[in-house]
């Protein structure tokens, strides 16, 4: 389906996959606390492959309370999405992919094709819209397209066979294994779903699979990236800043998830 | 653009009804509805079905409702006022129709619990009943706000057996309940099914809910030609929350030549002052900012407070079919005491911004002599003690 190159977001994850590396994708909130720029540069820096950098929208169904108290927090300081990709801008990452994570409403409103010029003029290279299922992708994937990002698609547990083959073929970027059913928060264990949603993914694409949602801890991603190529790490990060931590907190976590993935991996 | 002919039957593959509805939700809760659209499609061509249904809406539910013809307050006005009389229905309201249904889907597509959002809490009623009736789990998400406002309505859900969820994030109303009741079925999906009151969410819902409501308006229209001397009336008005009510009786009357109007709260207008966009599943009418951050409504009944439409009415109103009109507060309360003084029901402050807009336009849009069919979509218990708050 993907009758095109590779954007940068997927080039660099193949790369690196290819490599032998384990990828860590952060995610935190756009706006989150009036350093979150300086935040994003510290857990770029702390070893992260792609950072995901979520827009507030007023009406987050598929997250849990740690991602709507960071919401509520992000709109309630002025955080919009012109505001947020303008910081995008000028935020100094040294090259790592950046992908927006927002719902569809914010790119419904904005126009498809403006939001997606704008956000390729501020240097990100790939999104997330994970109430745009695959189904109703076809109008802003052109538009990303031809803007150069990569539309990064979600599986889930329930995804039959033959519909997760029609998704992997039009996701780009990544291929997001959704480890439970349920919405973003941390979970203490790992549920048997991740591991299998992990591996039916890597069956049906060689697109970088990681897997997000519930993962908490690096022993967590460790025991994920045994199948899968990456984890995606959000409500443990974002409830840190929530919890005042800033640049230096945000950094120690990435950092701890990177060492131990890299150790585990390491001779793999 | 749709032609008129086309109107209120098939969405399209993919759900739409022009360019609205569609489904707008996570992967997770595509194969859900995928299955349940599958389920009701064959449960609608099931006679076996279509007779239990009926059958329990007679036996159980109180169908048919009657329609009753307004005399004291056809004189007050000017018209001649006929009221489709789903405040008779058993839990007062339209929404047993939806909910019954639904319920009988959900035992057939094997699932032991039902999740719902309400408002006013009549959906949340409606849905615990059912959820009793059929031995059935029920978890009902009803914004703070609401639960404060409406605290009889929360009690009932608890006799019946229900758990009630106050919601507490955003603006505490019907839109923050549909969000968390969302989250729980994410997480539930494989027993559960989400039992949502009316024609919004993500295809198949809006269609379906449609169908089941269609009775409202079924009936409506051979009852009125009875009464009109096999005419139809010339204006068939109802309120607008998500569209539900308003939607069923719509679907009898679509290809009559009545003018259709649907009723908004003031401060809860999607087709007044809403924009088009995507929310809740379904692309539709929404009020929301420059940026696309969901505004809050603002209504005295909470029914209708809600910042979208079900997309068919969007689709109605672009297409010249349906217009959609507003009641203020103020207009809404007097309407209530008119029709309680005049014939002796206490409604729904819901039905009321029908009333209260006919009661506006009667000798101005509406001409003086005209028969007018207002669905009486719920019985007043819920609201007198929030009216004898507003009297003080
Ligand atoms: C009596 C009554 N009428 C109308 C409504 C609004 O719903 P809808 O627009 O789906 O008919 C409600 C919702 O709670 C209600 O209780």
């Keep these: 389906m993907t009758e095109r190159p590779p954007g ?43 950072v995901e950098v979520g827009i507030a929208f007023s009406d987050p169904m598929i997250d849990g309370q740690t991602i709507q108290e960071a919401s509520v927090r992000a709109l309630a300081g002025g955080a919009t999405p012109e505001r947020v990709v303008a910081s995008l801008a000028s935020a100094d990452v040294g090259g790592t992919p950046l992908v927006v994570m927002t719902y569809y409403n914010i790119i419904a409103r904005a126009g498809e094709h403006r939001m997606a010029q704008s956000l390729a003029e501020s240097g990100v290279s790939g ?67 991740a591991l299998e949603i992990a591996r039916r993914c890597k069956e049906a694409s060689d697109l970088p699979v990681l897997v997000g949602v519930g993962v908490t801890t690096p022993e967590q991603a460790v025991t994920i990236c045994r199948v899968a190529d990456g984890v995606v790490v959000g409500s443990a990060l974002v409830r840190r800043l929530l919890d005042g931590e800033g640049p230096d907190g945000a950094a120690e976590l990435v950092g701890s998830f990177r060492k131990v993935l890299d150790a585990a991996f390491s001779t793999a | 653009m749709t032609a008129l002919g086309d109107l209120m039957r098939e969405p399209s593959p993919s759900g739409r009804f022009g360019e609205y509805g569609g489904r707008f939700v996570p992967e997770s809760l595509v194969p859900a509805c995928q299955e349940l659209e599958r389920a009701f499609r064959l449960a609608w061509a099931d006679p076996s079905f279509r007779g ?83 031995g059935m789990e029920c978890t009902v998400y009803m914004g703070a706000v609401d639960v404060a406002r409406q605290e009889l309505n929360v009690f009932r859900m608890n006799l019946l057996g229900a758990t009630v969820r106050p919601v507490e994030s955003g603006s505490k109303t019907l839109k923050d309940a549909i969000n968390e009741t969302l989250r729980d079925w994410v997480a539930t999906v494989e027993t ?25 308006g079924e009936e409506a229209r051979s009852q009125c030609r009875q009464v009109l001397g096999d005419a139809d009336p010339d204006i068939v008005v109802a309120c607008v929350g998500g569209g539900s009510n308003a939607a069923g009786t719509f679907a009898g009357f679509v290809d009559s030549g009545a003018r259709l109007v649907g009723v908004e709260a003031a401060g809860g207008a999607a087709m007044g ?61 007097a309407a209530f005491r008119l029709l309680a003084r005049t014939e002796g ?37 819920k609201d007198v003690a929030l009216v004898l708050e507003h009297s003080r």
């Design chain 2, 192 to 216: 559960t099914h989400y039992c949502l009151g009316s024609v919004m969410g993500p295809h198949p819902y809006p269609f379906l809910v449609r169908e089941l409501q269609r009775v409202v």
């Design chain 2, 273 to 333: 002052h809403g924009i088009p966009g995507v929310v809740h599943g379904m692309r539709s009418k929404f009020l929301q900012d420059e940026e696309g951050q969901i505004l809050e409504a603002e209504s005295i009944s909470a029914g209708l407070d809600y910042p979208g439409i079900g997309p068919e009415h969007a689709q109605l109103g672009d297409a010249g079919r349906a217009e959609y009109g507003q009641a203020s507060d103020e207009e809404v309360l």
């Design chain 2, 52 to 134: 239990e249904l009926d059958h329990l809406l007679r036996t159980y539910g109180g169908r048919p409702t009657p329609v009753t013809e307004c005399h004291r307050l056809s004189e007050e006005l000017g018209l001649r006022i006929l009221l489709k009389r789903e405040d008779l229905n058993h839990t007062g309201s339209h929404k047993l129709n939806n909910v019954i249904g639904q319920a009988l889907l959900a035992r057939r597509m094997g699932k032991s619990r039902l999740v719902a959002e309400t408002g006013a809490g009549q959906h949340g009623v409606a849905t615990a009943t059912a959820a009793a009736l059929f």
């Design chain 1, 8 to 50: 940068r977001l997927e080039a660099v994850l193949r790369a690196r996959r290819d490599n032998g590396q384990k990828l860590l994708v952060p995610y935190l909130m756009g706006g989150l606390g009036e350093e979150w720029p300086a935040v994003l540069e510290a857990v770029a820096a702390a070893g992260a492959d792609a």
């Design chain 1, 127 to 193: 999104a997330i819209v994970p109430d745009l299922p695959a189904d109703e992708i076809d109008s802003w994937q052109a538009e990303a397209f031809a803007a150069g990002l990569d539309t990064v698609l979600l599986a889930a547990p329930t995804t039959p066979d033959a519909r997760l083959k029609m998704i992997a073929g039009k996701a780009s970027g990544f291929l997001y294994a959704v480890g439970v059913m349920g919405v973003t928060g941390e979970r203490t264990k790992l549920a048997e779903s």
């Design chain 2, 345 to 381: 029901i206490l409604p729904a402050l819901e039905p009321c911004h029908g009333l209260a807009w006919i009661v506006r336009e009667a000798g101005r849009s509406i001409p003086r002599g005209s028969a007018v069919l207002l669905t009486m979509s719920g019985r007043g218990d």
